[in-house]
């Protein structure tokens, strides 16, 4: 009830405060479940991806907010799923709660890379999105947005009006038809999780580099080819980087996209348990 009602109240005045452009919003199915896989470049993210999707979206927020009472009523209120950042059990168990919602048929929203990054690049995605979309086989939405950075930068509290943000949604990727027995094979999970980053930056036009979000620094003047691994070459390749292989894009012209990696062998049975779980994307917000 408190999700549907601060959606009536926020929708509108986010419309009239900021310019709000939305490409594909069709391609989010509108039943069954679905992971909602966004870049992450500030909060608002979390408000404006559940402003134009028509179905409820659950987001995985860090736990230190369900923790503050300034914050966890809010959070409880809208059914978030706290995540204990240290990873392994503590993860595990909202990897489990989230796995609950897309069983009951539900939209689970999620930042591949884990933190908001100290810059407006993509950066490497953890691979707590690829075991939740082959244990639950929810289809996975990428999403590209931009110009929230602009609207929110790092360390504002307040939103600044009258800009224009965009939301690109790219057509929904089934990993579990083609993985779904290997969901406790970490090249596998290597290979979906980089994958689905090659969709998202095609959509949201980021320089891409090849480095987790919390150990990066603000980028320099120039990207070094080691931070980004160009597709095709040695560099990419050797760094589990993005790849070049052809495909037929939609328009006939061949695209860019990461390779299925030799060294993946035969299917394994899956347990969808593991002893070490990467954290899964996580909402932050400065209370």
């Not at 059990?89 to 939209?107: D, W």
């Not at 060294?263 to 996580?282: F, H, M, N, Y």
Request: glycine share 10%.
């Amino acid at each position: 009830m408190a999700y549907g009602l601060l959606k009536l109240v926020l929708t509108p005045l986010l419309r009239v405060f900021f310019r709000v452009t939305v490409t594909a919003p069709e391609n989010v199915p509108v039943d069954g479940p679905v992971i909602i896989a966004s870049n992450h470049q500030a909060f608002c993210d979390s408000l404006f991806i559940p402003l134009v999707v028509t179905r409820r979206v659950t987001f995985v927020a860090k736990a230190e907010y369900f923790k503050s009472w300034k914050t966890a009523w809010l959070f409880r209120a809208l059914g978030q799923i706290p995540l204990e950042r240290s990873g392994g059990s503590a993860s595990a168990s909202a990897l489990g709660e989230a796995h609950k919602v897309l069983a009951g048929g539900g939209c689970i929203g999620i930042y591949p890379e884990g933190t908001r990054p100290p810059d407006e690049r993509l950066h490497k995605g953890r691979t707590g999105v690829a075991r939740l979309a082959l244990c639950s086989g929810a289809v996975v939405v990428p999403v590209g947005v931009r110009g929230t950075r602009a609207i929110q930068p790092i360390g504002a509290r307040m939103l600044r009006p009258f800009k224009a943000v965009e939301l690109s949604f790219g057509r929904p990727i089934d990993f579990a038809s083609r993985y779904g027995t290997r969901a406790d094979d970490p090249l596998v999970l290597r290979q979906v999780t980089d994958e689905l980053m090659w969709e998202i930056r095609q959509l949201s036009g980021q320089d891409y580099v090849d480095r987790y979000a919390s150990r990066s620094k603000p980028s320099g003047d120039a990207p070094s080819t080691r931070d980004y691994p160009s597709p095709g070459t040695a560099s990419g390749a050797a760094e589990g980087g993005l790849v070049r292989v052809p495909r037929a894009s939609r328009d006939g012209r061949d695209e860019k996209r990461p390779s299925a990696s030799p060294a993946i062998g035969r299917a394994r049975p899956s347990t969808c348990a593991s002893k070490r779980v990467e954290p899964l994307g996580v909402v932050l917000v400065r209370s």
